[in-house]
């Protein structure tokens, strides 16, 4: 049995083998700040949108690959101000792009989200809104899904010869969000200054992924900046806010271009956040002796300056001619198995919020388990199903993936990647968290069955998967 084993993977390395060729790129940046109020995604309480602090942004960037007039591969990305790909939003998109590109592959087109906590709400039905003095999440979906529609075609058609090269630096943004008590129980943002604090859960990536793209003329054009930790540092207030990447553009169009446009792509850290579990007071004397800046301000600079890092790099290794390969599948993920005593949890939660609309997204919360353990018992339930994403450009990997996803698993995906550099993307979908093993049996929220579908083996599944197809764009050293 082991001949065509072997056989087959000699196969699969060596059409895997291909050149580089010439890319071209087009970009396009998109105001999708809503021009009334809405309800804001996020938190468990409504909350109705009171003014704009910053705009909202989605950013579309096009690369295709090509041998003279021959198309190699293509891709369309889109980084969107939101706290989630919600269901439905891509394939909206999508059927707007419709016949009007039609020398673009569908498929290869996806979006991911920053996780900013003060953006629109776009699903109806996730909580009891008031029906008039605001604009409905439906309405505002169609809006928005336009207008990411329309930026994705002035990025295709905008597409012109270009270079691109990639960097690495390192930015110390993520801070994890779970410190762990001698009851061996975690809690999101638990106090650390408890006599039972034992540590924080998990490790974290403080790695800063960058892409740069200029045009024929060397004029810096578009730039992709992939941080291991989503946009929290705002948090729950009532305003719309675009959190730390609205200082992180502002500084860099500042230096480089007011045109320059900017991709902003979370890397794997469904346990971690911006803020600090321990050393505020350290961390509130530097700001005031830096000139008394806001802790957005103090992300943006660490942000800007790893940019600026990798840039210092990058720029001696700028590639007119690259690989670009875009692979897409939809692979299956074991559901996280809900056990009778959680079932019973979630139907007691569940019936104490039910008649309460203030109390909707807490009853939907627990809800959900309770329907989802009724299929898993009489075998209705549906295979989950992720739309994969993975890439080849240059020596660079890239992997998406729709969850919150806990952060070792993105490291296990770098750690065995076949590329010198490799990004990860989560968020471009809504599937909710993906905890580890260890997270799992601290529990808490982000790990407790309500808070995702999908459990540690599944979450292994998925790295295995990525692995995989990552490895077959790559020939077998």
């Known amino acids: 049995m082991r001949v065509p084993l072997l056989l087959s993977l000699v196969f699969v390395f060596t059409i895997a083998s291909v050149h580089a060729a010439q890319l071209h790129v087009g970009a396009a940046t998109i105001d999708i700040t809503p021009d009334q109020p809405v309800a804001l995604d996020g938190q468990r309480n409504v909350r109705i949108s009171k003014k704009v602090d910053t705009h909202l942004f989605a950013t579309a960037l096009a690369i295709e690959s090509r041998e003279g007039d021959r198309v190699v591969d293509q891709a369309v990305f889109v980084s969107c101000d939101l706290v989630a790909i919600r269901q439905g939003i891509l394939a909206k998109v999508r059927e707007k792009i419709g016949t009007r590109l039609p020398g673009v592959d569908l498929k290869k087109v996806f979006l991911n989200a920053t996780h900013t906590h003060t953006a629109p709400v776009t699903v109806e039905g996730r909580y009891a809104l008031p029906e008039t003095g605001i604009m409905q999440p439906a309405a505002y979906a169609d809006w928005m899904t336009i207008r990411i529609a329309d930026g994705i075609i002035e990025a295709w058609q905008k597409r012109q010869l270009a270079k691109v090269a990639w960097g690495q630096s390192q930015?110390?943004?993520?801070?994890?969000?779970?410190?762990?008590?001698?009851?061996?129980?975690?809690?999101?943002?638990?106090?650390?200054?408890?006599?039972?604090?034992?540590?924080?859960?998990?490790?974290?990536?403080?790695?800063?992924?960058?892409?740069?793209?200029?045009?024929?003329?060397?004029?810096?054009?578009?730039?992709?900046?992939?941080?291991?930790?989503?946009?929290?540092?705002?948090?729950?207030?009532?305003?719309?806010?675009?959190?730390?990447?609205?200082?992180?553009?502002?500084?860099?169009?500042?230096?480089?271009?007011?045109?320059?446009?900017?991709?902003?792509?979370?890397?794997?850290?469904?346990d971690v956040t911006s803020r600090l579990a321990y050393g505020r007071d350290a961390d509130d004397r530097m700001r005031k002796l830096r000139g008394n800046i806001s802790r957005l301000d103090e992300m943006a600079r660490r942000i800007v300056n790893a940019w600026e890092e990798a840039l210092d790099g990058a720029k001696h290794?700028?590639?007119?001619?690259?690989?670009?390969?875009?692979?897409?599948?939809?692979?299956?993920?074991?559901?996280?198995k809900i056990t009778i005593l959680e079932k019973a949890a979630a139907m007691t939660e569940a019936a104490k919020f039910k008649d309460d609309p203030k109390q909707q997204w807490n009853y939907l919360w627990n809800q959900r388990v309770v329907d989802r353990f009724t299929a898993q018992q009489n075998g209705s339930l549906e295979p989950f199903v992720m739309e994969l994403h993975t890439l080849r450009l240059g020596d660079v990997a890239i992997a998406s993936n729709e969850f919150e996803l806990y952060t070792d698993f993105g490291v296990q995906m770098k750690a065995r990647s076949p590329a010198v550099q490799t990004f990860i993307i989560q968020l471009a979908g809504s599937a909710g968290y993906l905890p580890t093993e260890r997270a799992m049996k601290h529990g808490g929220y982000g790990a407790v069955i309500q808070s995702g579908q999908i459990g540690p083996d599944g979450g292994q599944l998925l790295v295995e998967k990525t692995v995989e197809s990552l490895l077959t764009m790559w020939e077998k050293k």
Not at 227 to 254: K, M, Y
Not at 317 to 336: K, N, S, T
Request: with cysteine.
């Open 317 to 336: 290794d700028i590639r007119a001619e690259a690989v670009l390969q875009h692979q897409v599948q939809d692979i299956e993920l074991p559901y996280r």
């Open 171 to 270: 930015a110390v943004i993520a801070q994890n969000r779970r410190p762990y008590y001698a009851d061996g129980t975690a809690v999101m943002y638990g106090k650390p200054d408890s006599p039972n604090f034992r540590g924080i859960e998990s490790y974290e990536d403080h790695n800063l992924e960058v892409l740069y793209f200029w045009d024929a003329t060397d004029k810096l054009m578009a730039t992709i900046v992939n941080v291991p930790c989503p946009s929290q540092e705002v948090g729950g207030n009532s305003n719309i806010h675009a959190d730390f990447w609205d200082p992180v553009r502002t500084r860099l169009r500042d230096k480089h271009g007011q045109d320059l446009h900017i991709l902003a792509w979370t890397g794997a850290g469904g």
